[in-house]
């Protein structure tokens, strides 16, 4: 179940709005704890956005310290390391607390002089389990003591000695990165990778006695400085907060720690039951990479056990995978070797995210043990923390998120259970997997997820309970997600046979992997969804109901606009999008919020939701339908006034003649292969035949679209005709036809290097898009309103120069000189096509002030949608009903046989013309009859 913010479908809105501007965006966000019983995790690689900031500072000086924190590396770094860091404006390393791996030492730094002192050999602090580091300091001698797990390791004296050499206060302090200026500054080969807890500060030194030498000690510090159980801690990047187990109350998790244990020639180091363990033995070539992992288990009897170790091959890269045979005896290898290559989330590409769902799939199918369970499990969540533009960019071209959700789906229907239930448990997603009877099935099966209360936002601090609701249970009151399924549900889905049914449910902390590529909307809360397999379960007498809480608050006028929806993996050509089919919200009660669905799936809840789709593709089919007519006129009025033209001496109008033809040709045949081929998908050669079409005849009227700024500029700021060469309708031609050509050639050309089209609609792929079609339409665009802005400004002043020559008055009242210049400004936008630009504005920027732009961007949508498909219209009224030899034309016709030697010189200009000449000349009659005077009306 989730919360989510937007409007759904925008993507294949704008795709409809004809150009498909479309984007992609993302940001790292900040979250807040309380230091309690957390630990901070700041995963590998190491990077100078993942730290954490404590929310309090030094309100005097420091003349003695000190400092304790509790500390495990994940093993995955060689350089030296950063735990503590705290700066002032007058010092950036006023106090830094580090270590470093060759040799085994810890470092201290006191106003940036530092002692590096090795630990003892008996007691190492960089193997990957936890260790209480203490380190003190007094200015008086500058005497210094550090003590790793309670030993006193090294001591000495002179470190920053006198009254005046003492630790500043109102600075700041940081976790896991050093400051080279007040809060910030970071390197990252000084970052720190691994988790922090326990970071206590006291304005004296401790005796070896209050440190202590044993657990319950340590986890017994408060400092009077800083006191971590009560400090609250801003957390960064994708650093991120759960329940620390040394230090916990709960005795029966004080048991899920598997302990040191060698097998053979490999060591792995404590760990906590539900995490990979690595070998601290590692490739000679590649020291980041251990020779071996082993998952620590929670077993039946609420105990940790080891899994049996995989050895992993020093050479195995994602590329290599991509290339091997998946089998049931490889499986379990190529699973595990993926979980570690996915721990590096934030350097993975698109295409990294599709090969890794490919390969996902391939282990599935090859095999589905728990062992393997625990691989993918991990490897999707660490998925779930790539880059959100790189997921949006994976989906777009190979659906590579909702490969991963299928495949992780998949798992759960076949995985091979070792007893009646399998549960994995990850920070970002959870699983569950059960065989159930039917009739166990018919009491009406529920699940619920209940926060332990320590502020904690990871899944791994919740608390998974079971129940029934013919039992008269149902899920705990103080849950934060929980899905109910309907009794008698296997009566009703007629599940007759007498073996069990897989029955399974996944929880996701956020919505990473459901990527809406027309619309990327803000869930709020955690998405749950159950299945049972080898069933269609839906349209359902007795509704699913789902519970939950949303991790954000709404607003009073937000809570009116939710609507429950579902992932439907078909919607949008496949590519998956939020649907409300189904689905109603029942109630909302102080933040919690109860859906109904009569079918099985993942689903949520979005509030604001505006379904553009159907008033956007109205206007786009009405706007295209029009202008084809529009420009099947204005072609049939050049046609009509031909022989007026041919007589017509200045270059100027037989270019701009030549010109806009050429215009709304290209036009005619943008509006046509849209209309006839953008969601003909099938079969896949033809809609990659309209894809190219519809490409070379965009750019080809963009280009014209240029061409016309040109020949304007030159009929309005050059004036005379000897600036204008009589072949420049020829060479116009070359480049607008012959450009897009060479564009459209050479993107689909090479399209077996990357994904040319979309799935769901025969339009280009994102990075095609970008570089053979944004860019230069953008770059035109830009051109144009240069030309218009000169253009309008040149014709302006020349008419105020006229009316001062003339001795005329201009009031800024006149209504008439206003209407010139807007009908001048449209007739040129429809010329230049300046109205493509709102297109731009639709792309989706990176924003956390994602509410906002969604309002925006669909304002900018119809914007582009009426403007840019009614734009054959526009040429069509300024261009062809209001030309005069159109309007002669008209009064021909209307007058009929007319009489000779009765006709009188009526001068006019053409519109552009900033001089007084008259550029031709038109005969009226001297007496028009009554349906030359309706004609005048009509023209």
């Keep these: 179940m989730a919360v989510a913010i937007g409007s759904r479908n925008a993507r294949r809105l704008l795709t409809r709005a004809v150009i498909l501007f479309c984007a992609l965006g993302a940001s790292s966000g900040m979250s807040a704890v309380v230091g309690g019983s957390?630990?901070?995790?700041f995963p590998a690689p190491r990077n100078t956005s993942n730290y954490a900031r404590l929310n309090t500072t030094l309100s005097q000086d420091l003349t003695n310290f000190t400092l304790c924190v509790h500390m495990r590396t994940d093993m995955s770094s060689t350089d030296q390391m950063t735990l503590v860091s705290y700066a002032t404006g007058q010092e950036p390393n006023e106090l830094v607390l580090g270590l470093s791996r060759n040799p085994n030492r810890v470092y201290l730094g006191v106003r940036d002089r530092y002692i590096r002192y090795v630990i003892t050999a008996n007691v190492s602090v960089w193997d990957g389990a936890w260790h209480a580091i203490c380190a003190t300091w007094r200015s008086r001698d500058g005497a210094w003591q550090i003590y790793?797990?309670?030993?006193?390791?090294?001591?000495?004296?002179?470190?920053?000695?006198?009254q005046r050499s003492r630790v500043r206060s109102g600075g700041t302090w940081i976790l896991a990165q050093s400051q080279d200026t007040l809060g910030g500054g970071s390197e990252v080969h000084q970052a720190f990778s691994g988790e922090l807890s326990?970071?206590?500060?006291?304005?004296?030194?401790?005796?070896?006695?209050e440190i202590g030498t044993e657990w319950s000690e340590f986890c017994n510090h408060h400092g009077n400085v800083i006191d971590w159980t009560t400090t609250t801690i801003e957390v960064f990047g994708r650093a991120t907060s759960e329940r620390y187990l040394n230090c916990s109350n709960d005795n029966n998790d004080l048991k899920g720690f598997c302990e040191e244990e060698e097998v053979g020639q490999l060591t792995f180091p404590q760990t906590e039951e539900g995490r990979f363990s690595y070998s601290e033995e590692r490739c000679r070539l590649i020291p980041d990479k251990p020779l071996a992992t082993r998952f620590c288990r929670n077993s039946l009897d609420r105990t940790a056990s080891w899994d049996e170790p995989v050895v992993l091959e020093c050479n195995t890269t994602l590329r290599s995978l991509t290339q091997t045979t998946v089998t049931n005896e490889t499986a379990l290898t190529v699973a595990t070797e993926l979980q570690l290559i996915t721990t590096r989330a934030e350097t993975l590409s698109s295409d990294d995210v599709t090969d890794i769902s490919t390969i996902l799939r391939s282990v599935v199918n090859a095999s589905a043990t728990e062992q393997i369970g625990d691989s993918i499990l991990?490897?999707?969540d660490n998925l779930m923390r790539v880059n959100t533009s790189v997921l949006q960019r994976s989906q777009q071209e190979k659906r590579g998120p909702t490969s991963a959700v299928q495949a992780l789906e998949t798992f759960a229907d076949t995985v091979k259970l070792a007893t009646g239930r399998f549960t994995s448990v990850r920070p970002g997603v959870a699983l569950q997997a059960a065989d159930v009877s039917p009739q166990d099935l018919d009491m009406g099966q529920g699940i619920a997820f209940t926060p332990k209360g320590n502020g904690s936002d990871s899944l791994t601090d919740c608390e998974i309970s079971y129940f029934t609701t013919t039992g008269g249970d149902g899920p705990p009151r103080d849950a934060h997600i929980s899905i109910t399924l309907p009794a008698n549900l296997a009566s009703e889905l007629q599940i007759n046979n007498t073996t069990a049914v897989r029955l399974s449910h996944t929880l996701y902390n956020t919505s990473a992997l459901f990527v809406q590529l027309s619309h990327a909307a803000k869930v709020v809360s955690r998405i749950i969804g159950s299945r049972i397999a080898g069933q269609q379960v839906k349209n359902l007498a007795q509704p699913v109901i789902i519970n939950f809480?949303?991790?954000?608050?709404?607003?009073p006028e937000e809570v009116k606009k939710v609507k429950c929806v579902f992932w439907d993996f078909e919607a949008e050509g496949g590519q998956g999008a939020w649907s409300p089919e189904?689905?109603?919200?029942?109630?909302?009660?102080?933040?919690?919020?109860?859906?109904?669905?009569?079918h099985l799936t993942n689903f949520a809840v979005i509030f604001g939701y505006a379904d553009h789709e159907e008033p956007l593709k109205f206007i786009t089919t009405v706007g295209c339908y029009v202008s084809i007519i529009c420009l099947v006129l204005t072609l049939l009025s050049f046609i009509a006034t031909w022989k007026h033209h041919r007589s017509v001496a200045k270059t100027h109008a037989k270019n701009q003649r030549l010109v806009l033809i050429n215009l709304c040709v290209a036009l005619l045949a943008v509006y046509i292969i849209f209309l006839a081929g953008i969601d003909k998908t099938a079969p896949p050669i033809g809609c990659t035949a309209v894809a190219a079409l519809l490409h070379y005849f965009l750019l080809a009227a963009l280009m014209w679209m240029a061409v016309e700024a040109i020949n304007i500029f030159q009929a309005i700021v050059q004036v005379f005709d000897h600036h204008v060469s009589t072949r420049f309708v020829l060479k116009a031609a070359a480049v607008a036809w012959g450009f897009p050509l060479v564009a459209a050639v050479s993107t689909v050309g090479p399209s077996s290097h990357f994904k040319y089209r979309m799935n769901n609609t025969c339009w280009l792929a994102l990075t095609p898009m970008t570089y053979a079609f944004l860019i230069p339409a953008g770059l035109i665009l830009l051109f144009n309103m240069v030309v218009f802005s000169i253009v309008m400004y040149k014709l302006i002043r020349g008419e105020s120069k006229q009316k001062m020559l003339t001795g005329a008055r201009r009031r800024e009242s006149d209504r008439g000189w206003i209407v010139r210049q807007l009908r001048r400004a449209f007739s040129i936008m429809a010329l230049f096509g300046l109205t493509w630009v709102f297109g731009f504005f639709v792309i989706r920027p990176e924003t956390t002030d994602e509410q906002h732009t969604d309002h925006t961007r669909a304002v900018f949508a119809y914007l582009f949608s009426i403007f840019t498909t009614l734009q054959g219209l526009l040429i069509f009224i300024f261009h062809c009903v209001m030309r005069e030899d159109v309007k002669k034309l008209l009064k021909s016709i209307c007058k009929g046989k007319k009489r000779k030697d009765q006709y009188v010189v009526n001068r006019r200009k053409l519109p552009f013309s900033g001089d007084d000449r008259p550029h031709f000349m038109e005969l009226n009659p001297l007496q028009p009859d009554n349906r030359a005077e309706q004609c005048e009306e009509l023209a």
Excluded at 38 to 41: A, G, L, M, Y
Excluded at 198 to 209: E, G, K
């Design 38 to 41: 957390q630990k901070i995790v």
């Design 148 to 162: 790793a797990d309670g030993v006193l390791s090294y001591s000495g004296s002179g470190l920053r000695v006198g």
């Design 198 to 209: 326990q970071v206590n500060l006291w304005d004296r030194v401790l005796s070896p006695a």
């Design 378 to 380: 991990t490897t999707t």
């Design 549 to 555: 809480v949303a991790t954000k608050h709404l607003s």
């Design 582 to 598: 189904g689905c109603e919200t029942q109630r909302e009660d102080n933040g919690r919020y109860t859906c109904a669905c009569n």
